[in-house]
């Protein structure tokens, strides 16, 4: 499976669980830290915390399994490491603070 089909079942996992504003930026030719930025934004904890678990549920059952996960208990900015992606779900507030889309602006949305 390659990158872009891992990219699409999370988008597809994050739209599941009713996450918002779902970007995905293409930072590869911009950043060594991985080719794929997901973004999204959960209204509260339980969703943010369902929708991290449907993205690492359903990577699984593609046996690919995160890296590194933060943010989990607190639930304001969930980070989930795939090496190649990551996914990032953000409370509003948090999103609103660290703006990674203005930050990373130089990448291809997608």
């Known amino acids: 499976m390659d990158i872009k089909e891992c990219v699409e079942i999370c ?11 779902i970007k ?3 930072i590869g030719g911009i950043s060594p830290l991985a080719d ?7 209204n509260n904890r339980n969703q943010m915390q369902a929708m991290s ?12 399994g995160a890296k ?9 900015w969930i980070l ?3 090496s190649d992606f990551i996914v990032h779900i ?4 948090s999103r609103d603070f660290y703006n990674l889309e ?3 602006r130089d990448a291809k949305v997608e």
Not at 36 to 42: E, L, P, R
Not at 53 to 64: H, M, T, Y
């Open 90 to 93: 953000f409370n509003p507030e």
């Open 36 to 42: 794929y930025f997901v973004i999204a934004t959960g």
């Open 11 to 21: 988008v597809k996992a994050l739209e599941d669980k009713k996450g918002t504003d």
């Open 68 to 76: 590194h996960i933060e943010g989990y208990d607190s639930a304001n």
């Open 102 to 104: 203005r930050i990373w």
């Open 80 to 82: 989930i490491d795939f």
């Open 24 to 26: 995905v930026l293409n």
């Open 53 to 64: 678990d449907e993205v690492c549920e359903k990577l699984a059952a593609q046996k690919i």
